[in-house]
Nanobody, 119 residues
Framework: QVQLVESGGGLVQTGGSLRLSCRAS??????MGWFRQAPGKEREFVAA????????YYVDSVKGRFTISRDNPRNTVYLQMDALKPEDTAVYYC??????????????WGQGTQVSVSS
């Protein structure tokens, strides 16, 4: 069992930046990633990173703006979000699992953190 706790969400203006953090009770050899869910929409894969950190994956809409990274000794994964847009507004969830077909298949989930981008 893996417990995940996200932090770092908040309200920011268009073009601003936020950094989300997710601390895990254990990293083991899991790939880690982020999903988001906007009101009235389905949950969407955002980014993933493999255990070694060598391979990263992103949904097209965030490529070049978001960067996922991990600090294995600290059991923490980060999502640096730059050039934020109103359409990035959502609850962001951290997940641990495995990568398949360029996306994370989450086995464990955090409780989510709200990101709101004002226009």
């Amino acid at each position: 069992q893996v417990q995940l706790v996200e932090s770092g969400g908040g309200l920011v203006q268009t073009g601003g930046s936020l950094r989300l953090s997710c601390r895990a009770s254990t990293f083991s050899i899991y790939s880690m990633g982020w999903f988001r869910q906007a009101p009235g929409k389905e949950r969407e894969f955002v980014a993933a990173i493999t255990w070694t950190g060598v391979n990263t994956y992103y949904v097209d809409s965030v490529k070049g703006r978001f960067t996922i990274s991990r600090d294995n000794p600290r059991n923490t994964v980060y999502l640096q979000m730059d050039a934020l847009k109103p359409e990035d507004t959502a609850v962001y969830y951290c997940a641990a699992g495995s990568v398949k077909d360029g996306k994370l298949r989450g086995d464990y989930w955090g409780q989510g953190t709200q990101v709101s981008v004002s226009s």
